[in-house]
């Protein structure tokens, strides 16, 4: 049984409804697609929750464009609808993609109904109330990119024996795996451990991470569904419950419908020398609903070639995308083609003299691979 005194909400960012996906090529519309599908998943996944939520909490993004196309509004609209319509409280924060600060952002048009849009310059309360006992404030702002956050004030609740949420799209310097813009706000430890806040809902970096500051947990949810090779493995949605008794407990959900993956095979180290091995470890890690990016590095075996081994295995992924690191000097069988009385022994013979004085040469070693390939085809 549940306390009278916990607050129960949910924690979801970055969706970026409306994505482009160029690189999954004619799979691209589909996995646009998928993002809808996740935020209806994500939206039934609350209303089903065994304790209900009371308080919902989107960081940012939720569109790839301040102007999103009409069909993806009307759908992220109706969703975020379901939730207000079901009695939780939701507040949604424009973020950096989808910024509230265009004068034609979707943001400025027609918005859900009864759903708290944030529109506060400076970081400061934008809403205040009591549930279950507890008198709760929310903390927020928008992200304006005329207007770069220097710092942040001291915040301090009103009542000290109040629950207090904070919610940010920004980037956290600890936990940074990508470059920083000048423009964005920008928090560290220090920022936060004075904005005396229970829980800081995080959206803008697209992995989950999590962390603790005094008594402030601070968290990211990560993309719901990958949009990068950089966003791997399962994606999540933060439920959490706060008591002043307990303090903050997160649990994080999977969500997601497609796995992103990265496979980094290494054709040296593994002595994989044939295509049907190659084959068999790339198609270990396959699946139906995985968009996946093959790495091969190390020296490429005789025989080898790029385009027949992506189409043999192409129906074993959602999207299969093979990038070729592999390198071609001191192989046995190019000494063996090199004396060969041939245009392809004099061509191979010439490049491998040049690899001989300049092994690092990436124009000779790029020309010899696709050269090798078009003899293989003739």
């Given amino acids: 049984m549940i306390n009278c005194s916990t607050i129960n909400f949910v924690h979801f960012s970055d969706i970026h409804l409306g994505s482009s996906f160029r690189f999954l090529n004619e799979k691209a519309e589909q996995h646009r697609g998928d993002l809808r599908r996740v935020l209806t998943n ?59 600060s265009y004068p034609s952002s979707v ?16 970081f400061g309360i934008v809403d205040k109330f ?10 927020s702002m928008v992200w304006n990119p005329l207007c770069p956050v220097i710092d942040f004030p001291d915040i301090k609740r009103s009542n000290e024996k109040g629950i207090s949420f904070g919610m940010l799209h920004a980037s ?12 964005e706000i920008v928090l560290n430890p220090d920022k936060v451990d004075k904005f005396d806040l229970d829980y800081l809902a995080l959206g803008h970096f697209h992995n989950f991470s999590q962390y603790k500051i005094g ?32 303090g903050v407990v997160l649990e994080k959900r999977p969500v997601n419908i497609r796995e992103m ?12 020398d044939s295509h049907e091995e190659l084959e068999n470890r790339i198609r270990r890690q ?32 959602f999207f299969l995308e093979i990038e070729d690191r592999s390198t071609v000097e001191n192989g046995e069988w190019l000494g063996v083609i090199a004396k060969e009385n041939t245009v392809r022994g004099l061509f191979v013979n010439k490049l491998l003299n040049i690899l001989e004085s300049d092994p690092d040469n990436e124009i000779a070693q790029e020309a010899l691979k696709i050269g ?4 293989q085809k003739t």
């Avoid at 399962?234 to 419950?241: A, E, L, P, S």
């Avoid at 025989?303 to 129906?315: A, M, R």
């Fill in 286 to 317: 396959s699946g139906k609903d995985v968009i996946a990016k093959v790495i091969i590095k190390g020296r490429s075996f005789e025989g080898y070639n790029q385009e027949i081994l992506k189409e043999s295995l192409k129906n074993n992924f």
């Fill in 261 to 272: 993956r990265k496979i980094d095979i290494d054709l040296s180290k593994t002595g994989i």
């Fill in 130 to 139: 009591e549930m279950k006992g507890n008198h709760v404030e929310v903390f």
């Fill in 42 to 100: 994500i939206v039934d996944m609350i209303l089903n929750n065994a304790s209900a939520v009371q308080i919902a909490f989107l960081t940012g993004d939720l569109f790839d464009k301040h102007n999103p196309e009409l069909g993806d509004r009307a759908h992220a609209f109706s969703e975020i609808e379901r939730l207000a319509e079901s009695g939780i409280r939701v507040y949604v924060l424009p973020g950096t993609h989808d910024s509230i």
């Fill in 107 to 122: 943001w400025n048009l027609n918005c859900p109904k009864d759903v708290h849009i944030i529109r506060r310059s400076d």
């Fill in 215 to 246: 008594k402030t947990v601070v968290a990211y949810p990560g993309t719901p569904e990958g949009l990068k090779f950089d966003e791997t493995g399962d994606r999540y949605v933060i439920f959490g419950q706060v008591s002043l008794e307990k």
């Fill in 172 to 183: 956290w310097i600890p936990g940074a795996k990508w470059d920083v813009k000048p423009r």
């Fill in 372 to 375: 090798m390939d078009l003899f």
